[in-house]
């Protein structure tokens, strides 16, 4: 305490070119001590728990008692786990359903609010965010009251409009979608207002300028939105891939995975692992397991988001 | 100056996070009952009034569900205050499955951990298998001959007992006296019991019902079954998820076969596709048999704590029209019964008060004047075997077309075999059977293969043989 206010009574000494890092450092201290807490926090909630699950892979723990050295028998296991890898296929087979369409639409409805054509475009907008801060497990049970088989609200309408009622949740495909139509009205007007951020970086004499060369408004979109957007469109197809293999209150609330397993989530199943089952060593296998595939996911999506 | 100002700001950052993170030891808790808060109150047992050698007293933090709560509050909690006066008892609720969940972190945290707990069997072993429980065995001793064997089992772990059994959930046929007639069958209970004595005989009648009323069996959804029917078929026949040497053993030609007798409900076209605990459930349970837009089923074989449930609200118009018998055996002559829920007090090692904690349960549900009092409020089914002797279970109950149905669950109770189901791996291992399950209900596999792939990935995921 004494130390630092002498240091305070006294001006920084100049230092001598070149600068070393210490000095710089030294310099910006007050600076880099104002920013500490968040670094201190997450080297104890997140550095550490990140480091400690590398050595638990290599372990059997259930939690408590001591910790049993195997090695890499987790990972020799979970290339055998069948569930493990349909949940990966899951992830895929969700963004494949989910992620083109959601994005479509945000960038659409995104142009369309931006237009300046829209009278009250704030009150779509926000109507349009708004499940997006809705809780999702309430919304996930309503959802599963909305699409159930027998007197849901969905299949009555459809009903009335003379169609089949559709099993929603009972057969493997028919689960897939009806949990990206949540996730689509749940995420929607997230990526739109990201979307909406983006189109403001893009000057309007532009399109303006292409719309006066004579091209249409949907040839406007492709050649000039889009393009420019990439950036954009980049950012949103990067972090819901991520998250579409992260699936957890969304398939929680509305599929519990089922049926047969095919709305499963990574995450999901490493949880019940470590949670259900008490393996926390192979939990922790998975986990890694799962975020070096994520890892490689995202890097390709971002070279060949970058590249053309 | 600005440096000075600095170092204040940086003073107080550092207070605060002292403070975010310090509240779990904050001496100035109070007696806050919030879920979050209890950590704190538990690992600062202040102001506890001393409590000498012998005596009863000091605080007891209890961790229920809600409703549980009520039952001791509205029936015995205040003779048991009166007797006890210097037990502060402070309550904490979690949803119901929450109890054992928080729990589980408790004990793997090393902290956090209530005086007392009140769970479900299911959960127990999970955490018998964690190591945080207080082995009862030399105090439940006097007890044991009238206690359920079956509950006991689930709370035991070679030869030690670690629960309180409660309440248990042996599983009955309720059925539709009103379908039954209409089907030109008998609905007196001794005639449906003598009707339905094993699956393939309940098969026939469920095709008759079907035939002649229209009226589905019972309720066996196939996309997202949750596997109860099939839990409960192989209990009465003593199967477990793992054999005694704590092998995986869901495999066996046994399970196989119980999976092929559900298996051909389906097949027969003779059950409908709800899901449990969903309103179309609710509904057809509730449906009257010339209901326009629902169809009825006739029956639900489940734990009895569903007969308070149809009579309280999941199926209120129907009164006097249901009735009970035991469920129907593997084979003529077989065991008719099985467990499906219950619930016990269990003491976590970390408890620090362990004495009260102890005589808490024992007041609670070891004396039978006191259980019987919570049965006759609650309607959880008594493991304490000697509260059957009272006369509420020879009163016929009106909603059950006066049928003593008491009686005939009490007659099942003690028949509960032993099953290796409650085990520590339940999860994980009732997780790979509903896949199973599932994928014989949808046509995706035949029950041999689809049990043969539970049992590997069962094998895979607990890391047993």
Not at chain 1, 256 to 277: C, D, K, M, Q
Not at chain 2, 119 to 128: A, D, G, K, W
């Amino acid at each position: 305490m004494e130390s630092i206010q002498d240091h305070a009574a006294v001006p920084p000494k100049p230092i001598g070119r070149p600068r070393s890092r210490w000095g710089e450092v030294r310099k910006s201290r007050w600076a880099y001590a104002f920013i500490s807490p968040f670094y201190i926090l997450f080297a104890i909630f997140g550095l550490w728990p990140m480091a400690f699950s590398v050595y638990l892979s290599l372990t059997e723990w259930k939690g408590v008692g001591p910790l049993e050295f195997v090695g890499f028998e987790n990972y020799t296991r979970l290339v055998r786990d069948t569930v493990f890898w349909q949940s990966m296929r899951n992830g895929i087979i969700l963004f494949v359903l989910y992620v083109p369409l959601m994005l479509f639409l945000a960038l659409v409805l995104a142009v369309i609010l931006n237009s300046g054509r829209v009278r009250g475009y704030r009150i779509f907008r926000t109507i349009i965010f708004m499940p997006f801060i809705t809780n999702m497990i309430a919304a996930g049970f309503a959802f599963r009251i909305l699409f159930t088989h027998q007197n849901g609200l969905i299949n009555i309408g459809l009903g009335t409009l003379g169609l089949d009622a559709v099993p929603w949740l009972e057969s493997v495909w028919w689960a897939r979608i009806t949990l990206s139509i949540l996730i689509i009205w749940a995420w929607l007007g997230y990526n739109m207002v990201i979307m909406m951020a983006g189109l403001q970086t893009i000057p309007h004499d532009l399109t303006e300028a292409a719309l006066v060369d004579g091209a249409t408004p949907v040839q406007a979109f492709f050649r000039i939105t889009i393009p420019l957007m990439r950036p954009v469109i980049l950012f949103t197809a990067v972090t819901s891939t991520i998250g579409s293999f992260g699936l957890f209150a969304e398939v929680a609330s509305l599929t519990e995975g089922g049926p047969i397993n095919a709305t499963l989530t990574p995450l999901i199943r490493i949880y019940n692992v470590a949670f259900g089952g008490l393996r926390l060593g192979y939990a922790s296998a998975l986990a890694y397991t799962y975020f070096a595939i994520i890892f490689f996911l995202t890097i390709f999506q971002v070279r060949y988001g970058r590249e053309r | 100056m600005n440096q000075k100002l600095g170092i204040l700001v940086l003073l107080l950052l550092a207070l605060a996070l002292v403070a975010c993170g310090g509240e779990t030891a904050s001496p100035t808790e109070e007696v806050a009952p919030a879920a979050g808060d209890t950590p704190a109150a538990q690992t600062e047992p202040v102001e506890e009034p001393e409590a000498t050698e012998g005596e009863i007293a000091g605080r007891l933090l209890i961790w229920v569900q809600q409703a549980n709560q009520d039952v001791f509050e509205e029936t015995v909690l205040d003779e048991f205050q009166a007797q006890y006066p210097d037990v502060t008892i402070e309550w904490v609720n979690y949803p119901p499955d929450e109890v054992a969940n928080q729990l589980q972190v408790a004990i793997q945290g090393g902290t956090g951990a209530p005086d007392l707990a009140v769970t479900e069997h299911r959960s127990i072993p999970r955490l018998v298998e964690l190591g945080g429980l207080v082995d009862l065995t030399s105090q439940l001793e006097p007890y044991m001959a009238n206690l359920n064997a079956a509950a006991l089992d689930s709370g035991s772990k070679d030869g030690e007992y670690y629960s309180v059994p409660w309440d248990v959930g042996p599983v009955m046929t309720f059925y539709r006296r009103d379908i039954f007639e209409a089907a030109g069958l008998a609905s007196a209970p001794e005639e449906v019991s003598e009707l339905i004595g094993t699956w393939d005989e309940f098969l026939d009648v469920c095709i008759q019902i079907k035939e002649e009323t229209g009226a589905n069996c019972f309720a066996l959804n196939k996309a997202n079954n949750y596997g109860d029917v099939y839990f409960n078929m192989l209990w009465q026949q003593g199967l477990g998820f793992v054999d005694d040497e704590g092998n995986i053993a869901v495999d066996s030609p046994k399970h196989v076969a119980t999976l092929e007798t559900l298996a051909q409900f389906w097949e027969a076209d003779v059950v409908s596709d709800e899901l449990e605990w969903n309103d179309g459930w609710y509904a057809e349970l509730n449906a009257s048999l010339d209901a326009p837009a629902v169809t009825p089923v006739a029956t639900v074989t489940i734990g009895s704590w569903m007969g308070n449930f149809l009579e309280d609200w999941v199926a209120a118009d129907q009164a006097g029209n249901w009735g009970v018998v035991p469920m129907p055996a593997m084979e003529a002559g077989g065991v008719r019964a099985a467990n499906q829920g219950g619930s016990a007090f269990i003491i976590p090692e970390q408890s620090t008060n362990k004495e009260a904690a102890w005589v808490f349960a024992e007041f609670m549900v070891l004396n039978a004047d006191n259980h019987l009092a919570i049965y006759e409020y609650s309607d959880y089914f008594p493991a304490l075997e000697t509260v059957y002797d009272a006369p509420l279970f020879s009163e016929p109950q009106s909603y059950f077309g006066d049928q003593v149905g008491r009686e005939t669950v009490a007659a099942v109770a003690p028949q509960v075999p032993e099953a290796n189901i409650y085990v520590a791996e339940n999860a994980t291992i009732t997780g790979a059977l509903q896949t199973a399950i599932q994928k014989v209900g949808t046509g995706a596999a035949d029950p041999a293969a689809a049990l043969e792939e539970a049992a590997e990935t069962a094998r895979l995921e607990t890391g047993l043989d």
